[in-house]
């Protein structure tokens, strides 16, 4: 009877392992390479951020898009046509990836994990996620925090591939009422109608608008419009904020020109006091000056981290 070899037999299942592993190696090492070789590729405006994306995604994605990030199965090419059209928004590209990834298990990574896996595939694809002229503004802080949260957004400019905010533009009614109710996470209306005859061609803001409405939050004109498109005034802003926080004025110093009779004047007091906006240094409030982007973003900011 001829007896097994079991010395004879580790040899070729030894050699059989170490091919695995080499091969295992060289799979991550080329992935490695394409990943530098794609982000190197990219313009100045679109590199890639300082955050460890890269590291996420080598870690819990690789077999979702194949080894080169090509793509399998519902998952879309890391970089390509495809991915700009449909997620070409930050938006977009979270509520995919953190829908999907990792491919054994989705939505189990971190809040962090996902957003620096978002900015890193849309880096890829030339998509910018930072403002590039807030760096000197008196409200960078606050702006690039309700950013990292997705509460407010900006203006891309597709000739260089660069996201401004332009702090300095005084903001629209639909701006405001958009990033407030992001900010507040007010569960979105399912409506699709609304009395506003106005809002049948600003379908990205109309569900804002609606939701806003509903919380009591904003009021229209008496023509039925919302005028969405419209600057919205310091005493507007004012008057939604005090219904938003439900804040009632107490007796105080007003402003020398809210008079008595003006139809904003306890929201006024009210946000003041409430340490959210004030006036300015000659005693006026100037209610009916216009606000800037900068401006209601602090205002905002303000709104979620109470003094």
């Known amino acids: 009877m001829k007896l097994f070899n079991h010395a004879r037999s580790r040899i070729p299942l030894l050699v059989l392992g170490t091919t695995l592993i080499a091969g295992v190696l060289w799979v991550h090492d080329e992935f490695r390479s394409t990943s530098t070789l794609q982000a190197a590729s990219l313009p100045p405006a679109a590199s890639v951020p300082a955050n460890n994306g890269l590291l996420v995604y080598e870690q819990n994605c690789i077999a979702c898009h194949a080894v080169e990030g090509k793509g399998i199965d519902r998952y879309p090419s890391l970089v390509s046509d495809h991915v700009k059209k449909k997620y070409g928004t930050y938006d977009q590209a979270y509520e995919f990836i953190s829908r999907n990834m990792p491919q054994n298990s989705p939505g189990s990574l971190s809040e962090e994990d996902y957003k620096s896996v978002t900015r890193y595939v849309l880096s890829l694809n030339g998509i910018p996620t930072e403002f590039n002229d807030i760096s000197s503004?008196?409200?960078?802080?606050?702006?690039?925090?309700?950013?990292?949260k997705q509460f407010i957004d900006g203006y891309v400019n597709k000739e260089n591939g660069t996201l401004s905010f332009k702090p300095e533009q005084n903001i629209t009614r639909a701006e405001f009422v958009r990033y407030l109710v992001k900010a507040k996470q007010m569960f979105?209306?399912?409506?699709?109608?609304?009395?506003?005859?106005?809002l049948n061609v600003d379908k990205e803001n109309r569900p804002y608008i609606i939701t806003a409405v509903e919380y009591g939050l904003i009021d229209g004109y008496a023509d039925h419009t919302f005028r969405p498109d419209n600057q919205i005034s310091r005493a507007e802003i004012a008057a939604i904020l005090s219904r938003s926080e439900m804040l009632?004025?107490?007796?105080g110093k007003g402003f020398k020109d809210v008079a008595d009779s003006f139809w904003a004047k306890d929201n006024i007091l009210a946000v003041q006091q409430a340490k959210?906006?004030?006036?300015?240094?000659?005693g006026t409030f100037r209610p009916l000056k216009e606000m800037k982007r900068g401006e209601?973003?602090?205002?905002?900011?303000?709104?979620?981290?109470?003094?």
């Open 188 to 198: 979105l209306s399912n409506s699709t109608t609304s009395d506003f005859t106005d």
């Open 248 to 251: 009632k004025s107490e007796p």
């Open 276 to 282: 959210l906006f004030d006036g300015y240094e000659d």
């Open 137 to 148: 503004h008196w409200a960078n802080k606050e702006i690039k925090e309700l950013l990292d």
């Open 296 to 307: 209601a973003v602090a205002v905002i900011y303000r709104l979620l981290n109470p003094s």
